[in-house]
């Protein structure tokens, strides 16, 4: 994808960015329970749906995050294809109100990862990960987290091909939740 860039964006981007759908397509779960733990590139198996469905993130709304977190610490990445944002992640540091592994310093968090669907596939999530660990790294931070489901399959064939390592699997991570109550919550981590 060699007219794709990615750079640091600005909170004056984050409408551009919140127009960028953050829903997917179920056709498969991932079966967690098959892939190792701290292996690096493992491949991800899946088990088909019986019934496929879109799966939107109505509760991240970026244009609420300034609001809700001290944005000032956080790396806001969005890629460009010419002038148009295309796709964007938002990488967090340890701080208030940030979920971060118990008592862990040395971790930032991949907090949101979006492409449009016109450029999914192509190269602009890998470069955006990719961009997400050199600014953690240059913070100084050891490993980037990353959270998701999974019932998010292509995520996590995303992150296992970016050499992220499944860290753990959480049977009921969802359960305050009641309308993902059903996914299991996936940890994966990247060293840097």
């Known amino acids: 994808m060699a007219s794709v ?8 981007d984050l409408s551009a960015y919140a127009a960028i759908p ?21 491949s991800v198996p899946e088990l088909p749906v019986a019934h496929p469905y879109e799966k939107q993130y109505a509760r991240e709304d970026p244009m609420t995050w300034a609001m809700r977190y001290p944005l000032a610490r956080w790396g806001l990445l969005g890629a460009f294809d010419g002038e148009a944002l295309v796709g964007g992640a938002a990488v967090v540091t340890p701080q208030e109100g940030m979920v971060v592994p118990a008592g862990r310093t040395d971790v930032a968090v991949l907090w949101d990862l979006r492409v449009k669907p016109s450029h999914r596939g192509l190269g602009a999530g890998r470069m955006l990960i990719a961009e997400a660990a050199v600014w953690a790294r240059e913070r100084g931070f050891a490993t980037l987290g990353i959270e998701t489901q999974d019932v998010n399959a292509p ?9 992220c390592r499944l860290a753990r699997v959480v049977d009921d991570g969802y359960a305050g939740a009641p309308d993902v109550a059903h996914e299991k919550l996936l940890v994966w981590h990247l060293p840097l």
């Open 5 to 12: 860039r990615v750079q640091e964006i600005t909170r004056g």
């Open 155 to 163: 995520a996590c064939r995303l992150y296992a091909a970016c050499g």
């Open 22 to 42: 953050n829903s997917f397509r179920v056709e498969s779960v991932v079966a967690a329970g098959e892939i190792p733990l701290h292996v690096p590139g493992p």
